[in-house]
């Protein structure tokens, strides 16, 4: 017993020893690795600051090195594991790192411009894939002709935006009335800048595009045409009772047409006036004689003053005291430029009266169907033929009811005075012209805009100085030939109107068109002259009875007879289709003789844009 209990005690305090030794190691293992990992995520965190990715959380177990966080791209990702490699071996990294989610790539703004000019069309622009440029193209080409096309369109494979298919037809069509121009075309907004020949097609342009603009579509137009050649220049100024009025008035400037209209406001002229800008002005001082003598009429009172080219003929009204008159007539001598002239007339006094009492006078009525009426005193048969034959170039000889007396006492220079009044009449729609030994009158409606401007230069060119003219003429929106076009609708209804009063008819199984119905074929063809830029289709149908394939063969060959029965009356048709529809749309029961009637029609139908372009990608399909 006792030598054993010497072993254990002896063996106790060695065993002891070799368990503290144990636990000193595996503390300094711990405290080791410890900082291993501290070590590691301050190097790692440091670099990654530098760099720029605060974004990235470091964590180390071990000699493992983990990288957690979300990327905001891909790249940022992989930059932050190499700037981690930089100071630990890339072996020892762990990527628990997330990339954020990319967001939807946004479609590109579309939009295409196109310019117009003599060396050809350019066509510029992103379009949606589906718009096809090859299809945007060939509907230019159609427009060009033989003209140049230069392709510069690039496509995007997204959804076309809302509306971009109704503004992109538009403005391709618009491209048939343009002249010159530029047309930029976007989802929202068709923008079109040109150059007119003139102001009168400047107006005509402006209006098919305003009423053919699709709903929804913005349209900016900004159409300008040269200032036309004004001869002779002219401008005259009234005060009379109803207060002060321009006749005509000419300027050579925007500053020169201000100033004039400055002092006629301040002679007592009021509301919306113009003065129409234009060229063949005789000095460029021709708004410091206007503006002088428009002060001299308004110190006199009342009275005229014309002015043709470098004449001035200064007027006064009867009452006018002969003092203030002529104190005026030589102040305003004074003041005109050097390369003017003046003549002044004062108060008249009565005009000459014949025997019986009654006035010399020549009177001209337009109806407003068009016949004119001519009554009064001529010189002799040879001024009668001479002024009749006049009246039938200008009114048409049909439409001449002369009534005229021969008088050899009328004043000198009677038939110019008449065929001066039956030229400015024939700017009136309706209206008459009377003619006196010193006053020509002109009243009457028409459809120029510029009627006025218009009689007042025939006139005061024309006629002997002095002359009194009385000019009471206006203009009417519902006379204008270009305001009085139809909407597409009204199209569309008058041309179904005209086949429905008398149907377009053909014999049985035919594809003439009986005699019968040619008036009607001729009064559609004189509507679609006012309706060239309505894209309309021609719609045959047929009743159910034969075959469906014959019945839609049929239809169609009815409707392109109709196509070639208004082209041969010389009407502009490339805004027609014509279409078969067959049997299948009847508007009334095949099973009964009048319904079987009712569904053998042509019918007109106006095609909207969206219509048009699926049509016109339809054929490209077939014709591939």
Not at 358 to 382: C, H, K, N, V, Y
Not at 582 to 589: L, T
């Amino acid at each position: 017993m006792t030598g054993s209990t010497r072993s254990i005690r002896a063996f106790v305090p060695h065993a002891l020893a070799l368990v503290v030794a144990a636990a000193g190691s595996t503390g300094a293992a711990i405290w080791a690795k410890d900082q291993v990992e501290a070590r590691a995520v301050t190097d790692v965190g440091l670099v990654l600051s530098q760099t720029g990715q605060d974004w990235a959380e470091v964590r180390a177990d071990g000699l493992q090195v983990m990288l957690a966080g979300v990327a905001p791209d891909e790249a940022t990702r992989f930059a932050a594991l190499s700037s981690a490699g930089s100071v630990v071996d890339a072996s020892r990294i762990i990527d628990d790192m997330t990339v954020e989610a990319a967001a939807a790539i946004q479609a590109p703004e579309f939009s295409i411009e196109i310019l117009k000019n003599d060396d050809g069309i350019s066509v510029i622009g992103l379009v949606p894939a589906e718009s096809d440029p090859s299809t945007i193209l060939e509907r230019v080409r159609r427009v060009s002709g033989s003209a140049r096309i230069t392709d510069l369109i690039e496509s995007a494979d997204f959804a076309p935006p809302a509306g971009w298919e109704r503004a992109l037809a538009f403005g391709l069509d618009a491209l048939d009335v343009l002249p010159r121009s530029k047309t930029s075309i976007s989802a929202s907004r068709v923008a079109i800048t040109a150059v007119a020949p003139d102001p009168e097609e400047k107006r005509r342009i402006e209006r098919e595009l305003n009423r053919d603009a699709p709903q929804g579509v913005a349209l900016s137009l900004d159409i300008t045409a040269p200032r036309p050649v004004i001869a002779p220049f002219t401008l005259r100024f009234v005060i009379d009772e109803d207060g002060a009025r321009f006749d005509a008035c000419s300027a050579d400037t925007e500053a020169a047409r201000d100033q004039i209209l400055a002092y006629a406001i301040a002679a007592g002229l009021t509301g919306d006036v113009g003065c129409k800008l234009g060229l063949g002005t005789p000095t460029t001082q021709w708004a410091e004689a206007a503006t002088a003598s428009i002060a001299t009429l308004a110190e006199i009172g009342q009275g005229s003053v014309t002015m043709s080219n470098a004449e001035i003929s200064l007027v006064a009204a009867e009452g006018t005291p002969p003092g203030v008159f002529d104190e005026a007539v030589g102040a305003l001598e004074g003041q005109l430029p050097e390369v003017f002239a003046l003549t002044s007339y004062a108060p008249k006094p009565p005009e000459t009266e014949l025997e019986d009492g009654t006035l010399i006078e020549f009177t001209a009525t337009r109806s407003p169907e068009g016949q004119l009426q001519l009554r009064g005193r001529l010189g002799d048969e040879r001024e009668r033929g001479a002024i009749e034959a006049f009246a039938a170039a200008h009114f048409g000889a049909d439409n001449i009811v002369p009534a005229t007396l021969l008088d050899p006492d009328v004043p000198p220079g009677w038939a110019m005075r008449v065929l001066t009044a039956l030229e400015a009449l024939a700017l009136l729609n309706n209206g008459a012209a009377n003619v006196t030994e010193d006053t020509v009158a002109l009243n009457g409606v028409s459809g120029r805009v510029d009627v006025s401007d218009e009689v007042a230069r025939i006139l005061s060119s024309k006629l002997p100085g002095g002359t009194s003219l009385d000019i009471d003429v206006s203009y009417s929106e519902a006379l204008d030939p270009l305001a009085a076009l139809p909407t597409p609708e009204e199209c569309v209804q008058s041309i179904n109107a005209a086949g429905n009063k008398r149907k377009i008819t053909f014999a049985p199984s035919s594809t003439e068109i009986e005699a019968d119905a040619m008036a009607t074929v001729d009064l559609i063809a004189e509507l679609l002259r006012d309706c060239q830029t309505v894209k309309i289709e021609i719609g045959g149908h047929t009743d159910s009875q034969g075959r469906e394939s014959m019945n839609q063969q049929l239809s169609q060959a009815r409707a392109d007879a109709v196509l070639n029965a208004i082209m041969a009356r010389r009407v502009f048709t490339s805004n027609l289709t014509a279409k078969g529809y067959g049997e299948a749309e009847p508007i009334a029961d095949n099973g009964t003789e009048e319904g079987r009637e009712a569904n053998r029609r042509i019918e007109f139908r106006l095609v909207l844009p969206d219509e048009e372009e699926e049509t016109e990608i339809a054929e490209e399909e077939v014709s591939e």
